[in-house]
């Protein structure tokens, strides 16, 4: 049964992840559930999920060639970067102060993307120099996401829609993209310190791959103004989930 339930976890997390976002607490849940020691969970779980990111960036794949080829490569090298410096910091510190700061920034993030447009019309009045600013805050996303993965999607989407993208299917396409590539860092970083349990993350990954393709089909779907409602849910959801548990 303890099987089972990881399947299936890591098919709705990748599912998840590739509408909206926050597939680990699917994963992280359900691994210590099976008894997996949390610090292990944590890594596994960062494993487990990050095939679904390849399933939706193919998904996706279409929506992708909308963007600029130099600035997708940087945002690509921003990710990996960040990535790295996360997953590291993870490895040498606590996450007592971070488990704080969760739910902060979940909120933080929802509220960005519920009133992303507005931001980013303000953002552009304010500064002529956007890109500086789009680099910086998308370099602190992506250490973030190797530091703890959580929730990375809503925040990923948020920070999109500051930067003033508007299609959902691109901003989709790059979250996916941008956190598989932040993922394969961090995992072989985790790898590397000996922090994965094998049997679990192996069945898990063939999970998440399928649900990652299957939700990105079904996300590509839903009008644009349903799937924004949908993600502010969730997104909601993550932060009262993360207060109550503080």
């Known amino acids: 049964m303890d099987w089972i339930f990881l399947i299936i976890a890591a098919f709705l997390a990748g599912a998840l992840n590739a509408v909206a976002g926050g597939g680990t607490f699917l994963t992280l849940p359900a691994l210590i559930y099976a008894g997996i020691p949390p610090v292990s969970a944590n890594a596994t779980s960062t494993l487990a999920v990050f095939p679904g990111y390849l399933g939706a960036a193919i998904g996706y794949r279409h929506h992708l060639g909308e963007m600029d080829r130099k600035d997708l490569y940087l945002y690509v090298t921003i990710a990996a970067t960040g990535g790295l410096i996360g997953s590291l910091l993870l490895l040498i510190s606590s996450n007592t102060f971070f488990s704080f700061l969760i739910p902060w920034l979940l909120l933080f993030a929802t509220l960005i993307f519920a009133f992303g447009q507005s931001v980013?019309?303000?953002?552009?009045?304010?500064?002529?120099?956007?890109?500086?600013?789009?680099?910086?805050?998308?370099?602190?996303?992506?250490?973030?996401?190797?530091?703890?993965?959580?929730?990375?999607?809503?925040?990923?989407?948020?920070?999109?829609?500051?930067?003033?993208?508007?299609?959902?299917?691109?901003?989709n396409g790059l979250k996916n993209g941008l956190s598989l590539i932040l993922s394969i860092v961090s995992v072989l970083t985790f790898i590397w310190a000996g922090?994965?349990?094998?049997?679990?993350?192996?069945?898990?990954?063939?999970?998440?791959t399928i649900g990652g393709y299957f939700g990105a089909r079904w996300a590509m779907r839903l009008p644009d103004r349903i799937l924004r409602g949908f993600i502010i849910i969730i997104g909601t959801s993550m932060t009262f989930i993360f207060f109550t548990r503080q």
């Open 120 to 171: 980013a019309t303000w953002l552009q009045d304010q500064s002529k120099d956007t890109g500086r600013f789009q680099h910086v805050f998308l370099f602190l996303i992506c250490i973030y996401g190797g530091y703890f993965n959580g929730g990375l999607g809503i925040i990923l989407l948020a920070a999109f829609l500051t930067f003033g993208l508007t299609s959902m299917g691109l901003m």
């Open 195 to 208: 922090l994965i349990v094998w049997p679990q993350a192996l069945s898990m990954m063939a999970a998440s």
